[in-house]
């Protein structure tokens, strides 16, 4: 970010008061008089976390984080705009006393304000600890400690402080709307076969409403942890009107239900949606079917186990700003291409090229996307989620490293992210077959793989997947075989070694591909796409200011951080 972004950037957040702030979608009040209030954001591939502290009070405002709760080994900012100017300094707590300043200062002050009674400080750190004077945030709950004074002298004080666990990067909010309901959509003593791999499917009516509610909260209903894996929720086209239980993918209907509701992989636990935004349901849409997906996994093929596994909703009538869905982009799960055994690190990639989506709604809208779940099989080892503009990439809206099977949820992305209509969006899947001395194929079986990431955003389109496939023609050709048996029998009888596995990944990623968009009552848009070059992840530097030591007014602070920046 040069200078003059960032100048703009401050500008954009002090006119945007009254709005949401996409980059601080979290919000807690750190004490029960709500005097306190903290909202914050994140980006997990810069490595960094931005806060807005706002305090009932014109006297200085501390923050901090805390080992036990105390002072005693704090990482504490304080700051405040006196009669000299704002003030902001990084410090660390020896003991209940004044906190030392730190000689390294590894927060940022964007700006402090101070009206009716209210100051307002919003400040920047990595995510990461930087000197040994500072606490790392982690994907654990940290406890919060604020304290504040009625003046600018900043002095110990007794009264007027406290503290509170928070998940800042696993952070789920937990509100109760008045009138709120749930209800469950479930499977009802299925008797679950005694083969490893069983996708169950049942098509129902959800609840109806009069008028439309909105799905708050979702939460796994699992009556079987050690045989079930996941629960999907599909909403199905108005074609779609009689129900059905069946194993999954052998009839027609439950091939037509596609488009993703909800989510629940095994390790997760409930998914709570924004504030702003709600998964609707009822209203005057008529009955509308959905079909719930349950993937068991039954590894000892036991028999004789009977499970009622699925989804509790919550729901309120008191409607939120937005509509929420869920798109699915990634990779087709089809069995048109395959990962080689024997792979330390094999890349598949799924493209959505969101420039076709006019060719299938009449207003279509740009993506708000706050949440993510990623999911591959067994030999799935990272996702990333790249995002290209005008050709070039931007970002990634999400990425798990250390992606792991066995424990999959729904995450959110720290702030929400704009995907503009035009935009790319390629899905990474990273794989590792060193174990398996066989082709492993896409397909729905656990033993088989998926490159998939299913994107929530609002406002709701009538939109179900954006996703690619690669064009198997081109594929045959470039690999020399004239036809589907004979490409077969070259694939299952090639030496996989590191030379091999590596042309026949770059012939994979070099060759055109068939980007599909899917409507919610199935239409398609059949169009192609090549595959772009994803950036290495930077690491996360750690930050450092020079400019917080002084006291500032918020000019000459603009002023030194461009100055800062610009080097
Ligand atoms: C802020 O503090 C003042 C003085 O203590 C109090 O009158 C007022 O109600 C407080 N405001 C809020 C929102 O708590
Ligand atoms: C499910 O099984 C339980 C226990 O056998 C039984 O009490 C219940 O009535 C059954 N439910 C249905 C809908 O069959
Ligand atoms: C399979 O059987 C083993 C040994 O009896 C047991 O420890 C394990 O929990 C079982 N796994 C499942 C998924 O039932
Ligand atoms: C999509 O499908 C619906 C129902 O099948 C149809 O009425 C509509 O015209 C289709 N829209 C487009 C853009 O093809
Ligand atoms: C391969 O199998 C060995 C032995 O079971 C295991 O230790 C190793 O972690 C496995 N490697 C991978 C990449 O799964
Ligand atoms: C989605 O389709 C339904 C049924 O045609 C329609 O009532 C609704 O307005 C559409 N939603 C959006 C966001 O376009
Ligand atoms: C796949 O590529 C072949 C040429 O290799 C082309 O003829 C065919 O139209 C392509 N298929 C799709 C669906 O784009
Ligand atoms: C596929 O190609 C092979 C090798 O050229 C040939 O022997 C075989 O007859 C072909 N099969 C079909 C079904 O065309
Ligand atoms: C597979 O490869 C072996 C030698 O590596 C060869 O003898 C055999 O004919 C091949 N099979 C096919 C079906 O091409
Ligand atoms: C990989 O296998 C091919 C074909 O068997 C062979 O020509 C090549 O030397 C092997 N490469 C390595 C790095 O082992």
């Not at 990944?505 to 591909?513: F, P, R, S, V």
Request: hydrophobic share 35%; glycine share 8%.
């Amino acid at each position: 970010m040069g200078p003059l972004s960032l100048v703009l950037l401050l500008l954009s957040a002090q006119w945007s008061c009254a709005q949401e702030d996409p980059l601080l979608p979290f919000s807690e009040h750190l004490d029960p008089e709500h005097n306190v209030r903290l909202k914050w954001g994140f980006d997990e591939i810069q490595g960094t976390i931005l806060f807005e502290l706002t305090v009932n009070t014109s006297g200085w405002v501390g923050f901090g984080f805390s080992p036990k709760g105390g002072m005693t080994g704090a990482d504490i900012v304080i700051g405040g705009f006196g009669p000299k100017g704002s003030y902001f300094t990084d410090r660390h707590a020896v003991g209940n006393s004044l906190p030392v300043v730190d000689q390294q200062q590894n927060y940022k002050l964007l700006y402090i304000t101070e009206s009716d009674g209210k100051t307002v400080m919003k400040f920047q750190r990595s995510v990461e600890s930087c000197d040994d004077n500072d606490l790392s945030i982690t994907n654990l709950p940290i406890k919060l400690i604020y304290a504040y004074g009625q003046s600018d002298d900043i002095e110990y004080h007794k009264s007027r402080r406290g503290t509170k666990e928070v998940n800042l990067l696993k952070y789920m909010p937990r509100v109760t709307p008045p009138n709120s309901k749930y209800f469950d959509m479930t499977m009802v003593n299925f008797s679950v076969p005694a083969t490893q791999t069983y996708y169950h499917c049942k098509i129902m009516k959800a609840p109806t409403f009069d008028r439309k509610q909105h799905i708050y909260r979702i939460e796994p209903f699992i009556t079987n942890l050690d045989l079930v894996h996941h629960a999907l929720l599909y909403r199905c086209p108005p074609s779609v009107t009689v129900p059905l239980e069946a194993q999954c993918y052998t009839q027609l209907s439950i091939n037509e239900c596609m488009e993703t509701t909800a989510v629940w992989g095994v390790g997760g636990g409930a998914f709570e949606l924004p504030e702003m935004a709600g998964l609707p349901i009822g209203g005057n849409v008529g009955d509308v079917f959905y079909r719930l997906e349950v993937h068991y996994n039954n590894p000892n093929k036991s028999a004789g186990r009977v499970d009622s596994s699925g989804l509790r909703f919550y729901y309120t009538p008191e409607l939120r700003q937005h509509d929420a869905a869920v798109l699915g982009t990634g990779l087709v799960v089809a069995a048109g291409y395959a990962i080689p055994p024997k792979a330390k690190s094999f890349h598949t990639y799924g493209l959505c090229d969101t420039a076709y989506i006019p060719k299938v709604l009449e207003t279509p809208n740009d993506l708000q996307v706050f949440s993510v779940m990623m999911h591959t099989h067994l030999t799935g080892r990272k996702v990333r989620v790249g995002h290209f503009r005008e050709g070039k990439q931007i970002d990634f809206l999400a990425a798990d490293e250390n992606y792991d099977f066995e424990y999959q949820e729904v995450t959110n992305l720290g702030q929400t992210k704009t995907v503009k209509l035009g935009d790319k969006l390629l899905v990474e899947c990273t794989y590792n077959t060193e174990n398996r001395t066989k082709l492993t194929w896409g397909g729905l079986s656990t033993s088989e793989e998926m490159c998939l990431a299913f994107l929530f955003y609002y406002p709701a389109m009538n939109l179900s997947g954006c996703m690619s496939f690669p064009n198997v023609t081109t594929l045959r050709s470039e690999m020399g075989s004239p036809n589907q048996s004979a490409w077969l029998t070259m694939m299952n009888n090639m030496t996989w070694n590191d030379t091999s596995i590596n042309q026949y990944q770059q012939t994979l990623k070099k060759i055109d591909q068939l980007v599909i968009i899917a409507d919610s009552f199935k239409n398609m848009s059949r169009n192609t796409g090549m595959i772009p070059d994803l950036k290495v992840i930077p690491s996360a530097p750690c930050m450092r200011s020079g400019c917080a030591i002084k006291s500032l007014a918020l000019i000459s602070l603009l002023l030194c951080l461009a100055v800062h920046w610009a080097y």
